[in-house]
T-cell receptor, first 112, second 114 residues
Framework: GEKVEQHESTLSVREGDSAVINCTYT??????FPWYKQEAGKSLHFVID?????DRKQSQRLTVLLDKKAKRFSLHITATQPEDSAIYFC???????????FGTGTKLQVVP | DMKVTQMPRYLIKRMGENVLLECGQD?????MYWYRQDPGLGLQLIYI???????SEGDIPKGYRVSRKKREHFSLILDSAKTNQTSVYFC?????????????FGSGTRLTVL
């Protein structure tokens, strides 16, 4: 089955800098790639997603890039703020018929 | 209001006791999920429910069972809890399973099995 890997377990950036979190997946049939954010002591909530028919999607300060050839996708956060500090989980699934499999999470710390 | 509600938030049980975790959603979502979250392992799917009385095992179903008798309600049962089931359990829902959809998560239940 699909295996999703997040390569950075922790990431520290200075406030105002950019952060990049990378994920890889194994199943070439995967076509839906969401990202979720978990603030300390709280639940997960959806932040942004990308489908395989595009290779880039932006929502305000968040951009997701998808490289299908390399089976890699990444979350880019620009102009980071303290409230961006959280654990970010990537996930992957097919467009239908499979459930989302998650990476192990990247803890992003934005330092003033 | 779009919400997934989990009860209880914290639970301490002794090994061998039965555990019932409950989850509700008010979005009429067809599909519901139970995940557990452990440090370094991310989220692992225990069970998925496609609709009432239509459940399937996820990646780690051993030691768990589920019940879904109403679309808005999905329960996770641990018969004779074990210490390695100490974890944070998240319920989630999505509109349906026929197309990839955003998951909506509950607030989680932190279960400690002594």
């Amino acid at each position: 089955g699909e295996k999703v890997e997040q390569h950075e377990s922790t990431l520290s950036v200075r406030e105002g800098d950019s952060a990049v979190i990378n994920c890889t997946y194994t199943d070439t049939a995967s076509s839906y790639f969401p990202w979720y954010k978990q603030e300390a002591g709280k639940s997960l909530h959806f932040v942004i997603d990308i489908r395989s028919n595009v290779d880039r999607k932006q929502s305000q300060r968040l951009t997701v890039l998808l490289d299908k050839k390399a089976k890699r996708f990444s979350l880019h956060i620009t102009a980071t703020q303290p409230e961006d500090s959280a654990i970010y989980f990537c996930a992957a699934s097919m467009n239908s018929g499979t459930y989302q499999r998650f990476g192990t999470g990247t803890k992003l710390q934005v330092v003033p | 209001d779009m919400k997934v509600t989990q009860m209880p938030r914290y639970l301490i049980k002794r090994m061998g006791e039965n555990v019932l975790l409950e989850c509700g959603q008010d979005m009429s979502h067809e599909t519901m999920y139970w995940y557990r979250q452990d440090p370094g392992l991310g989220l692992q799917l225990i069970y998925i429910s496609y609709d009432v009385d239509s459940n399937s095992e996820g990646d780690i179903p051993k030691g768990y069972r589920v019940s879904r008798k109403k679309r808005e309600h999905f329960s996770l049962i641990l018969d004779s809890a074990k210490t390695n089931q100490t974890s944070v359990y998240f319920c989630a829902s999505s509109r349906d399973f026929s197309s990839a959809e955003t998951l909506y998560f509950g607030s989680g239940t932190r279960l400690t099995v002594l």
